[in-house]
């Protein structure tokens, strides 16, 4: 209780200090979305941003030199998932690991029928439950923050796992409030993800990457690229998954968003 108690007088006052000149320039230079926002979401990024790089520990990897930019270009994006909620900061999440680029990684890899198939597998980023880390390729962490309406952002989809994993498990269900809630959820989700599972032979589906169609967890990190990036599509094409998202991050991105 006092840990919890000392641990929130610490990040209010984090969040109430004036953030660094310097921050500000990286955010306009390499998140246009940041001047979209309203001033008081403005506000309230920055001060997320400035919990988020206080508390969590970032290591350039792979020869990467950190800097602010790396740092505040990433917090930017995985803080804009936080705004309008009670949030503690994504817990189970202690270190950022950052590569200059794209990674191969040597992984068992389940392909069904009791089988299981070891190799290299080329990565942009990377995180899983109970593993404490998230990893991330710098060039695409940078192109997703600087085109937020492209579809696809390496940062949102990993840090969308963290929330998932906030309800202790990898189910493509994040941590909700009621139960009403968790039905709703499963509802919806269960329903989309099924939709998007049924369009793989037709490829009709323009807006949610056929890649979460592999199990819910990568549905809600694909869901949450979409929401955030192309939401007027999203809205669209999927009432009931945009109006679930919209609940679960109070937000609208479509007030914020160019496409």
């Known amino acids: 209780m006092v840990f919890g108690l000392l641990t929130n007088r610490r990040r209010e006052k984090l969040r109430s200090e004036k953030a660094p000149k310097e921050w500000i320039e990286i955010l306009d230079r390499n998140f246009p979305l940041f001047g979209r926002l309203t001033p008081d979401d403005q506000k309230e990024l920055l001060g997320h941003i400035q919990v988020f790089i206080d508390e969590k520990y970032f290591e350039g990897c792979g020869g990467l030199a950190l800097t602010d930019e790396i740092r505040v270009t990433i917090a930017a994006q ?33 392909i069904g029928g009791g089988l299981w198939e070891e190799g290299p597998e080329d990565r942009l980023g990377h995180t899983a439950h109970n593993l404490g880390a998230l990893v991330l390729a710098w060039d695409a962490a940078q192109h997703g923050a600087m085109n937020p309406s492209d579809g696809s952002n390496v940062v949102l989809h990993e840090f969308a796992h963290q929330l998932d994993f906030e309800n202790r498990s990898a189910d493509g269900t ?11 959820w499963s509802r919806v989700m269960t329903a989309e993800f099924d939709r998007l599972r049924q369009s793989i032979p037709y490829e009709y589906d323009s807006v949610l990457d056929i890649y979460g169609a592999q199990n819910p967890t990568e549905f809600f990190a694909v869901a949450t690229e979409a929401f955030f990036e192309t939401p007027r599509a999203l809205m669209s094409q999927h009432p009931e998954l945009y109006g679930a998202l919209m609940r679960y991050f109070r937000q609208d991105p479509v007030t914020y968003s160019s496409e």
């Open 174 to 184: 994040p941590d909700l409030d009621t139960r009403a809630e968790y039905e709703s």
């Open 78 to 110: 995985a803080c804009l998932l936080l705004l309008h909620r009670d949030t503690d900061y994504y817990p189970n999440l202690t270190s950022i690991l950052v590569y200059p680029s794209g990674y191969t990684a040597h992984e068992s890899r389940y």
